[in-house]
């Protein structure tokens, strides 16, 4: 900054508090080292010096304590952890802790999520149909992973006497908690807590626990919460929402606030954010998509990374996800945008995948991606057919309606 370069001139604007104020200091003048270190600590995600001092010291003692065989954290009660991934399995094992662990990885966030006595049926075929391949699963595979898990979720208050969710903010994460609230709602355990981190610091924007080494986990289970009974009343009530026909009172509740659990209301609003716009006919998913090939042509796996780094205001997708969100908006009348290949190597995330006319034009608002006949598609209980009249958000009155 003394020097003046751009890039720490750049740094300085995006990340200190009191830009205006040092504006004025000329080059080479009297910035002092505690204003490039408050920038350093802001981009880290803290919002002073001595508090990213303060987590680089707890982080040295998780490990440490790790390091030196430390008794599990968890050795006072017999304990199960779940989580709606694999991804922290091995983190805590190597944390120490020592409960037991449960993967219930249904991503509640795509495909139709019915109030229906068959409904993992539905799930697992749908799963089947979008992600086996990807995943190398079959649907044999796949519902005998979903009943696993459904089995083991509604019988863990009988087995446990603590239960803790780690979910964290997004989509994903949130209501697949819901699932989980709901059948606590019915038989409450012993002791049920949540860790639920929105942010963590470090140098890459947050997305999820997976992204934290073991001692970050081993830390983390120092914040962990009690789940009041406002919670599990909050989170069966999004749950019975969440499979209805009718959007309306699942985006009322993510409007109104989630009682207990914040998190959840902005995950549903998010959720809600996935039906087709009042004014374009497109998710918010696909319309983020087209802005970002509307700035340059780009490959897939450069799409998915800059919508989790940059541009989704709630990171939730995986890679699968992604993937299925794409191509099936390639399932349209006319293109809104084309796919190439400039090397041998053909896996999806290689393709080059520029925009049309049609696709600027859909993005403007002056063309009704719905108009295009897109396959149909479920967000949780609705079902968007290929053409209008369906159900509509409304970002205006963050509400639906039917159009």
């Known amino acids: 900054m003394r020097a003046g370069e751009a890039e720490a001139l750049r740094r300085f604007r995006s990340h200190h508090p009191r830009w205006s104020d040092l504006q004025g200091t000329p080059p080479g003048g009297a910035v002092p080292l505690s204003e490039a270190q408050l920038v ?16 680089i010291a707890a982080m040295d003692r ?100 603590r239960i803790i969710l780690w979910f964290e903010h997004d989509t994903y994460d949130q209501l697949i908690l819901a699932r989980c609230l709901a059948a606590f709602a019915e038989r409450r355990p012993l002791r049920l807590e949540l860790i639920s981190p929105a942010r963590f610091p470090g140098g890459m924007r947050f997305i999820g626990l997976g992204q934290l080494p073991p001692e970050a986990l081993h830390l983390l289970w120092a914040e962990r919460m009690p789940v009041p009974a406002e919670a599990l009343a909050t989170g069966r009530s999004v749950w019975d929402a969440l499979r209805e026909p009718d959007p309306t009172t699942l985006a009322t509740l993510g409007a109104r606030g989630t009682a207990g659990i914040p998190q959840l209301g902005e995950a549903v609003l998010r959720h809600c954010r996935e039906l087709p716009w009042t004014r374009d006919g497109l998710s918010l998913t ?91 598609r479920w967000v949780g209980g609705v079902l968007i057919p290929g053409s209008a009249p369906c159900w509509r958000w409304n970002e205006g009155s963050t509400a639906v309606a039917r159009c």
């Open 62 to 161: 998780s490990w440490a304590l790790i390091q030196g065989g430390d008794l599990a954290p968890d050795r006072d009660m017999t304990t199960l952890h779940i989580r709606c991934g694999s991804d922290i399995g091995q983190g805590l094992k190597q944390a120490g802790f020592a409960g037991d662990f449960l993967e219930y990885s249904d991503p509640l966030c795509q495909g139709p999520v019915r109030n229906d006595a068959n409904w993992q049926e539905e799930r697992a075929g749908f799963i089947s149909r979008a992600y086996g391949a990807g995943a190398g699963m079959d649907l044999v595979t796949i519902a005998a992973k979903l009943r696993h898990a459904e089995e083991g979720l509604c019988s863990s208050a009988e087995r446990y006497e």
């Open 286 to 376: 696909q319309r983020l998509i087209l802005g970002l090939l509307a700035e340059c042509a780009r490959t897939a796996g450069q799409v998915f990374s800059a919508l989790m780094l940059e541009r989704e205001p709630l990171p939730w997708m995986t890679d699968l996800i992604f993937h299925d969100v794409l191509e099936n908006m390639r399932q349209v009348e006319r293109p809104v945008f084309t796919g190439a290949f400039e090397a041998e190597e053909r896996s999806w995330a290689k393709e080059v995948l520029t925009i049309t006319a049609l696709g600027r034009a859909v993005l403007a608002g002056e063309v009704d991606w719905l108009s295009l006949a897109p396959s149909a």
């Open 40 to 55: 350093v600590a802001r981009e880290l995600g803290l919002p002073s010096w001595s508090r990213l001092k303060a987590h």
